[in-house]
Protein backbone atom coordinates (compact mmCIF):
# COMPACT_ATOMS: atom_id res chain seq x y z
CA UNK A 1 0.00 0.00 0.00
CA UNK A 2 1.29 3.55 -0.80
CA UNK A 3 0.14 6.68 1.14
CA UNK A 4 0.79 10.28 -0.19
CA UNK A 5 -0.87 13.65 0.72
CA UNK A 6 -1.67 16.93 -0.14
CA UNK A 7 -3.00 20.27 2.14
CA UNK A 8 -6.00 22.23 2.13
CA UNK A 9 -5.61 25.11 4.49
CA UNK A 10 -3.35 23.76 7.67
CA UNK A 11 -5.62 20.18 7.16
CA UNK A 12 -3.85 17.05 5.38
CA UNK A 13 -5.99 15.25 2.61
CA UNK A 14 -4.62 11.79 2.27
CA UNK A 15 -4.22 9.96 -0.29
CA UNK A 16 -3.85 5.94 -1.14
CA UNK A 17 -3.01 3.41 -3.65
CA UNK A 18 -3.69 -0.05 -2.63
CA UNK A 19 -1.90 -3.14 -5.01
CA UNK A 20 -4.94 -3.56 -6.66
CA UNK A 21 -5.38 -0.17 -7.90
CA UNK A 22 -2.74 -0.47 -10.72
CA UNK A 23 -2.90 -1.67 -13.54
CA UNK A 24 -2.38 -1.82 -17.26
CA UNK A 25 -4.14 -2.22 -20.67
CA UNK A 26 -3.64 -2.25 -24.30
CA UNK A 27 -6.35 -0.87 -26.86
CA UNK A 28 -4.52 -2.50 -29.56
CA UNK A 29 -2.95 0.58 -30.66
CA UNK A 30 -1.81 2.50 -27.83
CA UNK A 31 -0.51 0.80 -23.74
CA UNK A 32 -1.39 2.65 -20.67
CA UNK A 33 -0.87 2.50 -16.46
CA UNK A 34 -4.08 3.06 -14.71
CA UNK A 35 -4.18 3.88 -11.39
CA UNK A 36 -6.93 4.44 -8.86
CA UNK A 37 -6.48 6.92 -5.47
CA UNK A 38 -8.58 6.57 -3.09
CA UNK A 39 -9.22 10.10 -1.72
CA UNK A 40 -10.15 11.10 1.96
CA UNK A 41 -11.33 14.60 1.71
CA UNK A 42 -12.09 16.68 5.09
CA UNK A 43 -12.05 20.46 6.39
CA UNK A 44 -10.86 21.76 9.44
CA UNK A 45 -13.94 21.64 12.24
CA UNK A 46 -16.34 24.28 12.29
CA UNK A 47 -15.72 25.72 8.77
CA UNK A 48 -19.48 26.89 7.47
CA UNK A 49 -18.89 29.38 5.01
CA UNK A 50 -15.98 28.02 2.46
CA UNK A 51 -16.66 24.81 0.65
CA UNK A 52 -14.56 23.71 -2.48
CA UNK A 53 -15.75 22.30 -5.75
CA UNK A 54 -12.97 20.08 -7.24
CA UNK A 55 -13.10 20.05 -11.27
CA UNK A 56 -9.91 18.20 -12.58
CA UNK A 57 -6.86 16.98 -11.52
CA UNK A 58 -3.95 16.87 -13.33
CA UNK A 59 -1.10 13.87 -12.58
CA UNK A 60 2.89 13.45 -13.81
CA UNK A 61 4.14 9.67 -13.79
CA UNK A 62 7.60 9.24 -12.66
CA UNK A 63 10.35 7.42 -12.48
CA UNK A 64 11.28 7.75 -8.73
CA UNK A 65 15.17 6.78 -9.77
CA UNK A 66 16.45 9.59 -12.02
CA UNK A 67 13.39 11.37 -11.94
CA UNK A 68 12.19 10.96 -15.24
CA UNK A 69 8.65 11.23 -16.24
CA UNK A 70 6.66 9.08 -18.17
CA UNK A 71 3.55 10.90 -19.01
CA UNK A 72 1.35 13.03 -17.98
CA UNK A 73 -3.00 13.40 -18.05
CA UNK A 74 -5.88 15.31 -16.99
CA UNK A 75 -8.41 13.90 -15.50
CA UNK A 76 -11.92 15.72 -15.35
CA UNK A 77 -13.73 15.04 -11.62
CA UNK A 78 -16.66 16.33 -9.69
CA UNK A 79 -16.06 16.43 -5.70
CA UNK A 80 -17.69 18.41 -3.55
CA UNK A 81 -16.13 19.29 -0.15
CA UNK A 82 -17.27 21.38 2.79
CA UNK A 83 -19.13 20.06 6.36
CA UNK A 84 -18.45 16.41 5.86
CA UNK A 85 -15.86 14.00 5.21
CA UNK A 86 -15.41 12.51 2.11
CA UNK A 87 -14.58 9.55 1.04
CA UNK A 88 -13.99 8.74 -2.66
CA UNK A 89 -11.59 7.87 -5.30
CA UNK A 90 -10.67 8.54 -9.43
CA UNK A 91 -8.64 6.36 -12.14
CA UNK A 92 -6.12 8.34 -13.86
CA UNK A 93 -4.62 6.60 -17.12
CA UNK A 94 -1.44 7.22 -17.88
CA UNK A 95 -0.77 6.66 -21.72
CA UNK A 96 3.08 4.83 -22.46
CA UNK A 97 4.42 4.94 -25.90
CA UNK A 98 8.00 2.68 -26.40
CA UNK A 99 10.21 5.16 -24.75
CA UNK A 100 8.20 5.28 -21.49
CA UNK A 101 8.18 1.74 -21.22
CA UNK A 102 11.76 0.89 -22.49
CA UNK A 103 12.83 3.46 -19.62
CA UNK A 104 10.61 2.15 -17.19
CA UNK A 105 12.57 -1.43 -18.33
CA UNK A 106 15.98 0.33 -18.22
CA UNK A 107 15.96 1.99 -14.51
CA UNK A 108 13.99 -1.15 -13.40
CA UNK A 109 16.82 -2.87 -13.59
CA UNK A 110 15.26 -6.27 -12.85
CA UNK A 111 14.48 -5.31 -9.56
CA UNK A 112 10.86 -3.61 -8.61
CA UNK A 113 9.34 -0.54 -10.04
CA UNK A 114 9.80 2.51 -8.69
CA UNK A 115 6.97 5.43 -9.67
CA UNK A 116 6.58 8.80 -8.11
CA UNK A 117 2.70 10.42 -8.68
CA UNK A 118 2.64 13.91 -9.11
CA UNK A 119 -0.95 15.78 -8.63
CA UNK A 120 -2.09 19.00 -8.88
CA UNK A 121 -6.35 19.30 -7.91
CA UNK A 122 -7.94 22.02 -9.51
CA UNK A 123 -10.89 23.32 -7.77
CA UNK A 124 -13.30 26.05 -7.28
CA UNK A 125 -12.95 27.83 -3.73
CA UNK A 126 -16.24 28.93 -2.95
CA UNK A 127 -18.13 31.25 -0.01
CA UNK A 128 -21.42 31.87 1.26
CA UNK A 129 -23.32 34.74 -0.20
CA UNK A 130 -26.47 34.78 2.14
CA UNK A 131 -28.65 32.61 4.10
CA UNK A 132 -32.39 32.95 3.25
CA UNK A 133 -34.76 30.44 5.40
CA UNK A 134 -32.36 27.77 5.42
CA UNK A 135 -31.63 28.47 1.87
CA UNK A 136 -27.66 28.72 1.15
CA UNK A 137 -26.42 30.52 -1.69
CA UNK A 138 -22.75 30.05 -2.64
CA UNK A 139 -21.01 32.32 -4.57
CA UNK A 140 -17.29 31.69 -6.34
CA UNK A 141 -14.85 33.72 -4.69
CA UNK A 142 -11.55 31.85 -6.54
CA UNK A 143 -9.41 29.28 -8.43
CA UNK A 144 -6.87 27.21 -6.16
CA UNK A 145 -4.38 24.60 -6.97
CA UNK A 146 -3.94 21.82 -4.54
CA UNK A 147 -0.31 19.89 -4.95
CA UNK A 148 0.46 16.25 -3.69
CA UNK A 149 2.50 13.12 -4.25
CA UNK A 150 1.95 9.60 -4.02
CA UNK A 151 5.27 7.43 -4.37
CA UNK A 152 4.79 3.62 -5.36
CA UNK A 153 6.53 0.82 -5.85
CA UNK A 154 5.45 -1.77 -8.15
CA UNK A 155 6.65 -6.00 -7.22
CA UNK A 156 8.86 -7.43 -10.27
CA UNK A 157 6.84 -10.17 -10.30
CA UNK A 158 3.57 -7.88 -10.52
CA UNK A 159 5.34 -5.89 -13.53
CA UNK A 160 6.55 -8.88 -15.16
CA UNK A 161 3.75 -11.18 -15.08
CA UNK A 162 0.65 -8.78 -15.00
CA UNK A 163 1.42 -5.22 -15.95
CA UNK A 164 4.08 -5.70 -18.83
CA UNK A 165 2.21 -8.93 -21.04
CA UNK A 166 -1.15 -6.31 -20.31
CA UNK A 167 0.52 -3.40 -21.61
CA UNK A 168 1.13 -5.29 -24.87
CA UNK A 169 5.12 -6.11 -24.09
CA UNK A 170 5.07 -9.35 -23.70
CA UNK A 171 8.80 -9.10 -24.21
CA UNK A 172 11.56 -6.88 -25.19
CA UNK A 173 11.29 -7.31 -29.14
CA UNK A 174 11.82 -3.63 -30.99
CA UNK A 175 11.19 -5.58 -34.47
CA UNK A 176 8.48 -7.97 -35.57
CA UNK A 177 10.03 -11.07 -36.82
CA UNK A 178 8.00 -13.46 -38.47
CA UNK A 179 7.16 -16.80 -36.33
CA UNK A 180 7.53 -19.20 -39.29
CA UNK A 181 10.25 -19.82 -42.00
CA UNK A 182 9.57 -20.94 -45.37
CA UNK A 183 12.80 -22.34 -45.62
CA UNK A 184 14.32 -23.18 -42.64
CA UNK A 185 11.15 -25.39 -41.46
CA UNK A 186 11.64 -27.18 -37.99
CA UNK A 187 15.36 -25.89 -37.40
CA UNK A 188 13.53 -22.18 -37.13
CA UNK A 189 10.82 -23.21 -34.54
CA UNK A 190 13.85 -24.23 -32.58
CA UNK A 191 15.73 -20.72 -32.68
CA UNK A 192 12.44 -18.88 -31.74
CA UNK A 193 11.90 -20.85 -28.93
CA UNK A 194 15.22 -20.06 -27.82
CA UNK A 195 15.11 -16.32 -28.60
CA UNK A 196 11.76 -16.64 -26.64
CA UNK A 197 13.65 -18.20 -23.58
CA UNK A 198 16.15 -14.90 -23.88
CA UNK A 199 13.41 -12.60 -24.19
CA UNK A 200 11.65 -13.53 -21.50
CA UNK A 201 14.61 -13.90 -18.93
CA UNK A 202 15.98 -10.57 -19.57
CA UNK A 203 12.33 -9.51 -18.80
CA UNK A 204 13.01 -11.25 -15.61
CA UNK A 205 15.93 -9.85 -15.36
CA UNK A 206 17.75 -12.70 -15.28
CA UNK A 207 20.53 -11.35 -17.19
CA UNK A 208 23.02 -14.85 -16.96
CA UNK A 209 20.18 -16.92 -18.55
CA UNK A 210 19.42 -14.56 -20.92
CA UNK A 211 22.69 -14.78 -22.45
CA UNK A 212 23.18 -18.10 -22.10
CA UNK A 213 19.71 -18.17 -24.61
CA UNK A 214 21.04 -15.98 -26.92
CA UNK A 215 24.31 -17.99 -27.41
CA UNK A 216 21.97 -21.14 -28.56
CA UNK A 217 20.35 -18.79 -30.67
CA UNK A 218 23.06 -17.62 -32.27
CA UNK A 219 24.80 -20.87 -32.03
CA UNK A 220 21.72 -22.27 -34.34
CA UNK A 221 21.11 -19.23 -36.75
CA UNK A 222 25.02 -19.52 -37.58
CA UNK A 223 24.06 -23.62 -38.36
CA UNK A 224 21.11 -23.16 -40.31
CA UNK A 225 21.39 -19.54 -42.12
CA UNK A 226 23.47 -21.88 -44.97
CA UNK A 227 20.03 -23.83 -45.72
CA UNK A 228 18.67 -20.32 -47.15
CA UNK A 229 20.43 -21.21 -50.50
CA UNK A 230 18.19 -24.39 -50.63
CA UNK A 231 14.77 -23.60 -52.30
CA UNK A 232 15.35 -20.29 -54.14
CA UNK A 233 14.55 -20.52 -58.33
CA UNK A 234 15.55 -17.34 -59.06
CA UNK A 235 18.84 -17.18 -60.65
CA UNK A 236 19.36 -14.03 -60.34
CA UNK A 237 18.15 -13.55 -56.42
CA UNK A 238 20.27 -16.81 -55.55
CA UNK A 239 23.26 -15.67 -57.27
CA UNK A 240 23.01 -12.21 -55.14
CA UNK A 241 22.05 -13.83 -51.98
CA UNK A 242 25.04 -16.41 -52.24
CA UNK A 243 27.68 -13.56 -52.33
CA UNK A 244 26.12 -11.56 -49.88
CA UNK A 245 25.40 -15.03 -47.97
CA UNK A 246 28.79 -15.40 -47.44
CA UNK A 247 30.06 -12.20 -46.24
CA UNK A 248 27.09 -12.37 -43.70
CA UNK A 249 28.29 -16.02 -42.78
CA UNK A 250 32.00 -14.49 -42.20
CA UNK A 251 30.58 -11.81 -39.70
CA UNK A 252 27.73 -13.93 -38.29
CA UNK A 253 31.06 -16.48 -37.76
CA UNK A 254 33.00 -13.80 -36.07
CA UNK A 255 30.63 -11.99 -33.93
CA UNK A 256 28.99 -15.52 -32.74
CA UNK A 257 33.01 -16.26 -31.72
CA UNK A 258 33.22 -12.57 -29.92
CA UNK A 259 30.31 -13.03 -28.23
CA UNK A 260 30.55 -16.92 -27.18
CA UNK A 261 33.92 -15.61 -25.81
CA UNK A 262 32.07 -12.46 -23.96
CA UNK A 263 29.07 -14.46 -23.08
CA UNK A 264 31.17 -17.29 -21.16
CA UNK A 265 30.62 -17.38 -17.31
CA UNK A 266 34.41 -18.67 -16.89
CA UNK A 267 35.60 -15.85 -19.07
CA UNK A 268 33.44 -13.59 -17.38
CA UNK A 269 34.17 -14.80 -13.88
CA UNK A 270 37.09 -12.93 -13.18
CA UNK A 271 35.71 -9.56 -14.01
CA UNK A 272 32.50 -9.54 -12.31
CA UNK A 273 30.18 -12.37 -10.80
CA UNK A 274 26.93 -11.88 -12.83
CA UNK A 275 26.24 -10.22 -16.55
CA UNK A 276 24.61 -6.61 -16.11
CA UNK A 277 21.56 -5.21 -17.72
CA UNK A 278 23.88 -3.15 -20.51
CA UNK A 279 25.35 -6.47 -21.51
CA UNK A 280 22.47 -8.63 -21.92
CA UNK A 281 20.65 -6.04 -24.09
CA UNK A 282 23.82 -5.52 -26.04
CA UNK A 283 23.82 -9.37 -26.70
CA UNK A 284 20.01 -9.24 -26.92
CA UNK A 285 20.24 -7.09 -29.78
CA UNK A 286 22.69 -8.17 -32.01
CA UNK A 287 20.83 -11.86 -32.15
CA UNK A 288 17.67 -10.03 -32.24
CA UNK A 289 19.49 -8.37 -35.68
CA UNK A 290 20.37 -11.52 -37.03
CA UNK A 291 16.72 -13.05 -36.13
CA UNK A 292 15.42 -9.85 -38.08
CA UNK A 293 17.43 -10.95 -41.32
CA UNK A 294 16.97 -14.59 -41.60
CA UNK A 295 13.11 -14.34 -40.29
CA UNK A 296 12.61 -11.16 -43.66
CA UNK A 297 14.85 -13.81 -45.73
CA UNK A 298 11.87 -16.31 -46.55
CA UNK A 299 9.76 -13.41 -48.19
CA UNK A 300 12.86 -11.20 -49.64
CA UNK A 301 14.53 -13.53 -51.74
CA UNK A 302 11.35 -15.64 -53.02
CA UNK A 303 10.67 -13.08 -55.44
CA UNK A 304 12.49 -12.77 -58.94
Known amino acids: MANGNFTIGARSQDITVLPEDITTEHDGLRSFIKVFLRLKLK ?21 LNGNIQLSSTTTPCAIKLFDKEVE ?8 MDDRSIFAAQKYRDGGDLKLRIDLTFTAL ?11 T ?6 VENFTGEVQLVVPKSYWVEKLLPALGYPGFKLIEIPLTHLLLNE ?6 SEFNKAESYFNKGDYNACIAHCRNTMDTLKENLKNLK ?38 HGGLKKDFTRVEAESIYLVTLGLMNFVGQASSDYSAD
Do not use: M
Open 43 to 63: LNEGTKITSFDFINIHTTLLL
Open 88 to 95: TGIWVKFY
Open 125 to 135: RKKVLNLNDNE
Open 137 to 142: LWGIER
Open 187 to 192: AYDNII
Open 230 to 267: NGIESKTAFNWLQEIDTITLTWIDTVNKSLSAIASKTH
